[in-house]
């Protein structure tokens, strides 16, 4: 049955992205059980391709290889390795699994395979069932059957995105966020997905590039993505925050200074330009150049020529200008407080950066990401969100795109664990709207009615069953006056399973 769904597959013209999802659910169904991961190696970290049993964010995480043994093991081997069920080396997907809600994985089966294109190591393949005993001996031995398969499939998808790139004149998407430096633009955002193509050509040029955006969009990503496709990208990219810059010492930086050039120039120093010399220079905020330096700057740009502060003489600099603003530079043309001559020459391309409230589809994804990071600074075994943190991160506006939601996870992690101290428990954080402090974190009740009465038509499925499950332990509870106990022989659960999905709500 999996052998025809993959070959009909592998015959018809499909966005790799929905390829692979389709190959990890044919597996899911061949297996019967409960999660399949597809995981790409890059460098030494596992980046999931994709996910079907999951939550929505792990798509997001990025899994160092030197922190997960079990990814470790099977990336060690070339055949196929099954886990005991009773094994206590920590699970990568604890907390992940999408039926569980953020509980520890109990006692499961655990199965993989590392696999290989063109006899280089690929990644590898992951399969976890809840109920022990579904994999034997012989899932095995069927697995590894399907690893030529799986193989092919990832080969054939592969030489599929090169044509198409060959067509287009850029290069496979597979390869546009995987940066040599680990600045990796995470997305599944059609928007961002064209603009790195657009950018991977433009970038073979060297004309001078204006980014556009808001505050916290990624500005600085983007300049390091098209100097990473560039044919300079042997060479440095050197950074320089305009905003920053004192008048006074603006044109020293920039263009560098002689011997006696000021008072404290106690010998000859090169600017930045010399140091970006044959790479890229990235002047973030350009807007906020003073108007004596836009002067010197244009010259460069039409000359190639700088002048140290206190010479008399040029110096020729090879160097390519990507500039970045959140301003409205035409508007400061308009007002006097940016050149027009300088804006013509820096905007020959101009590329807006879409904020994220605009590709609501990335914001699990980056959540994903940056749940990791703080996972491995925390020191923790599982950092993730609840249901309701999932939904009041997707209902805000972001104001402060990326960099926002950046710091909304790392200050709700810390905030969350100084709540928890340091215990048992605090090896496994879930985090809740509440901790994550956003104006708009739940939806806005009409008036202040019990939660029982509130209307959930608008909630996504698994609020709700929260919302329920919350009305259904505090009226047992009611029942049997307060008696944890009582309560769970009402509810018909296991006391310690009412304990844990108590504190999981919020209950406790």
């Known amino acids: 049955m999996m052998d025809s769904l993959l070959l009909a597959d592998l015959t018809t013209e499909l966005a790799p992205a929905i390829r692979f999802q389709r190959l990890i659910y044919a597996i899911k169904q061949s297996f019967d059980c409960g999660a399949v991961a597809l995981l790409k190696k890059e460098d030494e970290v596992l980046r999931p391709v994709a996910v079907e049993g999951l939550v929505k964010e792990a798509l997001g995480r990025r899994f160092r290889v030197a922190q997960h043994p079990r990814l470790a093991t099977l990336l060690s081997s070339r055949e196929p390795v099954i886990f005991d069920p009773h094994s206590s080396v920590p699970d990568p997907y604890d907390g992940l699994v999408d039926s569980l809600a953020g509980e520890p994985l109990p006692v499961h089966d655990c199965m993989g395979v590392s696999l290989y294109v063109d006899g280089q190591q690929w990644g590898v393949l992951t399969l976890d069932s809840l109920v022990s005993g579904t994999f034997s001996q012989a899932s095995v031995d069927r697995l590894k059957q399907y690893t030529l398969l799986i193989e092919t499939f990832i080969r054939v998808t592969q030489l599929e995105q090169e044509r198409r ?36 050509v433009v970038a073979q040029s060297d004309l001078p590039l204006l980014l556009l955006g808001e505050t916290g969009v990624g500005k600085e990503l983007f300049a390091r993505f098209v100097h990473q496709h560039s044919r300079r990208s042997k060479q440095p990219m050197i950074q320089i925050n305009c905003a920053a810059l004192p008048e006074s010492l603006a044109e020293s930086e920039l263009f560098g200074h002689v011997r006696g050039a000021f008072s404290g120039a106690s010998q000859d120093r090169p600017g930045r330009f010399e140091a970006a010399q044959g790479g890229t220079l990235f002047l973030d905020e350009v807007g906020e150049l003073p108007l004596s330096i836009q002067a010197k700057l244009l010259r460069v740009l039409q000359s190639g020529e700088i002048q140290r502060l206190g010479s008399d003489a040029t110096h020729h600099v090879d160097v390519r200008i990507v500039a970045a603003t959140n301003r409205h530079l035409q508007e400061g043309v308009r007002q006097g407080s940016f050149r027009a001559d300088l804006y013509h020459r820096l905007s020959v391309y101009p590329v807006p950066i879409p904020p994220l409230r605009e590709r609501v589809e990335d914001i699990l994804l980056l959540a994903g990401h940056f749940l990791e990071l703080n996972r491995t600074r925390l020191g923790v075994r599982c950092l993730r969100l609840s249901a309701a943190a999932e939904y009041a991160l997707l209902q805000y506006d972001w104001p402060g795109n990326v960099r926002e939601l950046e710091h909304v996870i790392s200050r709700a992690a810390l905030k969350t664990l100084a709540r928890q101290g340091r215990s048992d428990n605090s090896d496994w954080i879930t985090l809740e709207p509440e901790e994550l402090d956003l104006q708009r974190s739940t939806p806005p009740a009409a008036s202040p009615v019990s939660e029982s009465q509130q209307t959930t038509e608008a909630l996504p499925l698994k609020q709700q069953v929260e919302l329920c499950q919350r009305q259904a332990i505090r009226q047992a509870l009611d029942q049997t ?28």
């Not at 790139?165 to 496979?172: C, I, T």
């Not at 006056?481 to 022989?489: D, E, K, N, P």
């Open 165 to 200: 790139a060959l067509r287009s004149f850029s290069r496979p998407a597979e390869s546009l966020g995987t940066p040599a430096s680990g600045s990796e633009i995470i997305t599944q955002s059609q928007q961002i997905t064209q603009l790195l193509h657009e950018l991977d």
């Open 481 to 508: 006056q307060g008696s944890w106990t009582a309560a769970a022989r009402l509810l018909d659960l296991d006391s310690s399973n009412l304990h844990k999905l108590a504190r999981r709500l919020n209950l406790k």
